[in-house]
């Protein structure tokens, strides 16, 4: 399905796609830096335009928490963290079926880069830009 877009979100996505690594988003100081710009802008868009919901950006978030925090304990293989990863897909596309014209939108950004995720430093990079969105979309007044 296609939901609304900003040009910015369409750029992130299209880099996510380009990237053969996820972590090669942020591997320099300029990707960096490009990446936080991106991500205020699509933070700014999913919380005016779209006016998606911090608690429909957050359960995502919390979800990856999770795995992160079982990763640094230990008690999850990078076997176990990809499968973890993969079965984001089907509860995003859950809440999607609910709320298409809110959380469509985030999908569409986290779809490809659930599928770029490899290694350990893949997963963090999926967890940092995540996070950035999260921070600005609430920074640019994200209801709850």
């Known amino acids: 399905m296609h939901y609304p877009q900003s040009k910015e979100m369409n750029k992130l996505i299209q880099k996510i796609k380009d990237v053969n690594s996820l972590s090669e988003l942020f591997s320099t100081d ?11 802008e699509v933070g700014q868009f999913l919380a005016r335009k779209i006016r998606l919901k911090s608690s429909q950006l957050r359960k995502v978030f919390d979800n990856l928490k999770k795995i992160e925090f079982d ?34 939108p985030l999908a ?36 709850d």
């Open 30 to 40: 300029s990707s960096t830096k490009e990446m936080v710009d991106l991500s205020n």
């Open 71 to 104: 990763l640094k304990k230990g008690v999850l293989k990078v076997d176990d963290m990809k499968k973890r990863i993969i079965l984001l897909k089907p509860m995003l596309a859950y809440t999607v079926a609910r709320h298409p014209n809110t959380v469509g």
């Open 108 to 143: 569409d950004i986290l779809q490809p880069a659930i599928d770029k995720v490899k290694t350990k430093d893949d997963f963090k990079t999926l967890v940092q830009l995540l996070e950035i969105i999260l921070a600005y979309h609430k920074y640019h007044g994200g209801r």
